[in-house]
Structure formats: structure tokens, C-alpha cells
């Protein structure tokens, strides 16, 4: 009998969720811990700001301690999920993003997802043990966009290095996969939309409603929507599906 109709269920399974207190983050270990799994939650803040329990380390993972710091944890704790989530946003044209705002986008999007995701895997592969890891991308990271260069840039390498590390680790039963989310109310988008709204010259809030319009199913997306299909592509019931970027994204980007 292979058809298993069971919802799925994370009992066991250690997951791992960094900027756990950003919107998407936080919904995703809240969904993780009421499928009973054991989360732990990292942030730049001291505790855990999400509804549920959670073993907390505060990592800034731009600075050298920080990042050392958590891949220490991660060796120690061996998660089975990784859901790598932090990330920032800035914008700026080719024109006015400069090499400082590169590194800080680099610094964290790309350079520390990168980290986490090879402790991550180090420390599955040593002990001998499957997993899923979880990267989040962004539709930025299909298509480059006028004003936001850098951030779009960090988001296509996530997408790369995720196809990379999935042909890599698949021998050892460890699946990765990134989610690109389209537009997601969350304080990261609050962010966005003061950015637009000084770049051009729109009132407070006019940009995330166009935005939300715009979406062909017609809103902006909320964390939950993105954390459901964490679940799933943490879950059993995702085993076969491995180096890839699913849209969770209204059906605002279409590839063949
Ligand atoms: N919100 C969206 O519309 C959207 C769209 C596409 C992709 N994404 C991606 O989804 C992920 C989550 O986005 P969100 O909207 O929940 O963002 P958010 O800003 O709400 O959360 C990001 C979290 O990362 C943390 N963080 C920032 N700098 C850090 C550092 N140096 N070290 C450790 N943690 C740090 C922040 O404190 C914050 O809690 C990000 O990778 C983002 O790029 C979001």
C-alpha cells in the first residue's frame, strides 16, 4: 500500500529556522512546532517573538562571530529541516547601489545562507543522517528589476546554489528546494513599500495595494500561505522532489 493519505507530521524531526522573527520565518516555526517537531529559532534578538516555543539563539549572521556561532549550534544539533530564511532588502538602480550595499546583501542573502546551509549539510552527511533543506528565494530572483539590482541578484544565486547543493547531497538522502515567495505582507515589506514610496513619490501603503492588485490571484500573499508549503516541502510527503524552486506566489511568475 503506497498511498498514504495521513496529513503530514514532523514528530521527530529537529528543524532549524533562521530570522524566525520576521513574518514568514515566525509563521514557519509556529507551523513546524504544531506538527510536533522540536524548532529551533534564530534571530538578531535576544528571544523567540513568534507564538509558540522554540529553543532561541540570538546570530547576527553578518558578523564573523555570529556566523560561526550558529554553525557551532548546527553542528551540535544536527537539524533535520533547515528553513533558511534570513535575508534583507534594499533597492537601488544600477546606477545608485553601490558596492557597500552589495556587500551587506551578499553579506547576509548569499553569504550566510550559503554558511548555514553547508553546516547544515556537514553536519547530516557526518552523521549519516537524510534531510530538507529549505532556502528562500524570491520571485526577485527570476527576472531583474530596474530598482532593486542587488537584492534580485541575491535571490538567482539562492536558486543556484540550491539546484547545486541538491545534485550534491541527493546521494545522501538529503533534498534541498527553495521557495520563492511573490509579494508577502511582513515587516520586510513594510520596509519596501517606504523605499517605493520616497522612490516614487507615492503615499504610505499605495504601493503594497498595487502590488496586492496586481497578483493574478488578486492579493498579497500572508506567512501562512508560505509556511504551508514549508511544511510540505519538509515533510515525507515531498521525498521525491528535490532541486527546486517552487513559486508560492499568486501565479505572478509563470516559467515553462
Ligand atoms: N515578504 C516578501 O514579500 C518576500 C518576497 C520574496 C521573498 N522573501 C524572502 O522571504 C524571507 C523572509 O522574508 P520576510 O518578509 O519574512 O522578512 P522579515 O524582514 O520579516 O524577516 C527577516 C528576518 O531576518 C532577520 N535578520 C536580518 N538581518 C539579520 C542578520 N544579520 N542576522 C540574522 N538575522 C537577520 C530580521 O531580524 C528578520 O526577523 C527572506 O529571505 C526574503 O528575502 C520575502
Keep these: 500500500m503506497t498511498f498514504d493519505p495521513a496529513p503530514v507530521r514532523l514528530d521527530g524531526k529537529t528543524c532549524l529556522v533562521t530570522g524566525a522573527n520576521g513574518g514568514i520565518g515566525a509563521a514557519t516555526a509556529e507551523h513546524f512546532v504544531a506538527l ?6 534564530t534571530d538578531l534578538g535576544a528571544a523567540f517573538t513568534g507564538d509558540c516555543t522554540s529553543e532561541h539563539r540570538a546570530f547576527n549572521l553578518m558578523t564573523p562571530e555570529g556566523l560561526e556561532g550558529c554553525q557551532h549550534w548546527i ?3 544536527v537539524p533535520d529541516v533547515l528553513f533558511n530564511n534570513a535575508a534583507i532588502f534594499d533597492m537601488g538602480s544600477v546606477l545608485d ?11 547576509l542573502n548569499v553569504r550566510a545562507m550559503y554558511a548555514v546551509m553547508q553546516a547544515t549539510a556537514r553536519a547530516l552527511v557526518a552523521t549519516g543522517r537524510s534531510g530538507s533543506i529549505i532556502n528562500l528565494a524570491s520571485q526577485a530572483g527570476h527576472r531583474g528589476e530596474a530598482l532593486v539590482a542587488h537584492y534580485c541578484a541575491t535571490k538567482a544565486a539562492v536558486i543556484s546554489y540550491t539546484q547545486s547543493a541538491a545534485l550534491a547531497l541527493a546521494p545522501h538522502g538529503i533534498r534541498v528546494n527553495a521557495i520563492s515567495p511573490g509579494v508577502v505582507d511582513t515587516p520586510m515589506w513594510d520596509q519596501v513599500d517606504a523605499l517605493f514610496a520616497r522612490a516614487e513619490g507615492k503615499p504610505p501603503g499605495q504601493k503594497k495595494r498595487e502590488v496586492g492588485e496586481a497578483v493574478p490571484l488578486g492579493y498579497m500573499g500572508r506567512p501562512f500561505e508560505i509556511a504551508r508549503v514549508a511544511v510540505f516541502l519538509a515533510g515525507d510527503q515531498a521525498q521525491y522532489i528535490t532541486a527546486q524552486t517552487l513559486s508560492v506566489d499568486g501565479g505572478s511568475v509563470l516559467r515553462m
Excluded at 510536533?36 to 529559532?41: E, K, Q, S
Excluded at 547601489?97 to 553579506?107: E, I, N, T, V
Design 36 to 41: 510536533g517537531a522540536r524548532v529551533l529559532t
Design 97 to 107: 547601489a553601490d558596492l557597500a550595499q552589495y556587500d551587506r546583501l551578499f553579506g
Design 75 to 77: 553542528a551540535a544539533e
